[in-house]
């Protein structure tokens, strides 16, 4: 089958650190692309050289950019942001892995659908079965959450230049801890420049397994995500009422993990709770990450 290709070529930003066998894998399948009008911006946070090798062998087979960035997700894709030169955006992470025709069905949804500024999947793995919406649609304000997640989002260079830089203050490795939420916050500030985003819960791109654990490690990420997320609410103005309504169903997963006995999974909840109520109160809000020029 002949290599597809149109004019609509394509960034990838990937942010790595500390990881060399799952970006092996992400550019195994990447070099499997039917679709070929790619570039793949790596914005590499080792403080070593360890991504030569790992990069070596796919020079000649597609465009990549290696950059160079201190620690943190948002920091270092703001990095690579600053060396896009396609139509459409995207921001795989380095242990996820594209099906041999996934860019080419993200190609072909942006030709077909020119008033899409956008379009986001779902992740291909068990724990995500239970998580995303199953129905097609546009994004909005409250439906984002179960309609986005940063491995497919796919967003045209006009949407990125427009909202400008990922908000530093989160996602893994920001300054305050806050390690997740950033693409749901870059996601809601496209939405309220009115750009159109489309979810396609058929555009799927694969990921590790994984759930939530309930050690003390998983609670500490469990804490480190729901403060991220409460830190998103609270700046993109959700209601009062619709916040305590997400503290509510945390205090109902406390009560009912503790009447099952299991206490584990009620710390975990217990640390959700805590978690998004101290991102909601925090007073380190800015718009570090709002209206920041790409050039």
């Known amino acids: 089958m002949p290599a597809l290709t149109t004019p609509l070529k394509f960034s990838l930003v990937l942010a790595t650190i500390g990881r ?19 570039e793949l911006i790596v914005v590499d946070q080792n403080p070593d050289d360890r991504l030569a090798a790992v990069l070596a062998p796919y020079r000649t087979r597609f465009a990549i950019k290696h950059l160079k960035s201190g620690k943190g997700l948002s920091r270092a894709r703001n990095v690579g942001l600053r060396h896009i030169s396609g139509d459409i955006v995207a921001f795989p992470d380095d242990d996820c892995w594209y099906h041999a025709t996934t860019l080419q069905q993200v190609a072909s949804l942006f030709l077909d659908h020119s008033d899409w500024d956008g379009a986001t999947g779902r992740a291909a793995a068990p724990w995500a079965e239970r998580y995303f919406d199953q129905k097609k649609g546009f994004l909005h304000k409250y439906n984002a959450w179960r309609r986005t997640v940063s491995i497919t989002i796919f967003l045209r260079s006009s949407v990125v230049r427009a909202v400008g830089d990922f908000d530093p203050m989160l996602g893994a490795g920001s300054a305050l801890g806050y390690g997740s939420s950033e693409e749901i916050d870059y996601v809601l500030r496209a939405l309220e420049e009115k750009f159109r985003i489309c979810y396609v819960p058929d555009l799927l791109v694969h990921h590790p397994t994984g759930s939530p654990s309930y050690d003390h490690a998983g609670i500490r990420k469990g804490y480190s995500y729901a403060c991220g997320a409460g830190y998103t609410y609270r700046k993109h103005r959700f209601p009062v009422w619709y916040f305590a309504y997400l503290l509510f169903r945390s205090f109902a997963g406390v ?41």
């Not at 970006?23 to 399948?29: A, D």
């Not at 009560?255 to 925090?282: E, Q, T, Y």
């Open 20 to 38: 060399t066998a799952e970006l092996s894998n992400f550019l195994m399948h990447l070099d499997c692309q039917s679709y070929r009008n790619f």
């Open 255 to 295: 009560v009912l993990s503790a009447a099952r006995a299991n206490f584990p999974k009620a710390n975990f909840h217990w640390a959700l709770l805590r978690g998004r109520l101290s991102g909601w109160m925090s007073d380190a809000r800015h718009d570090a990450g709002s209206k920041a020029h790409i050039e």
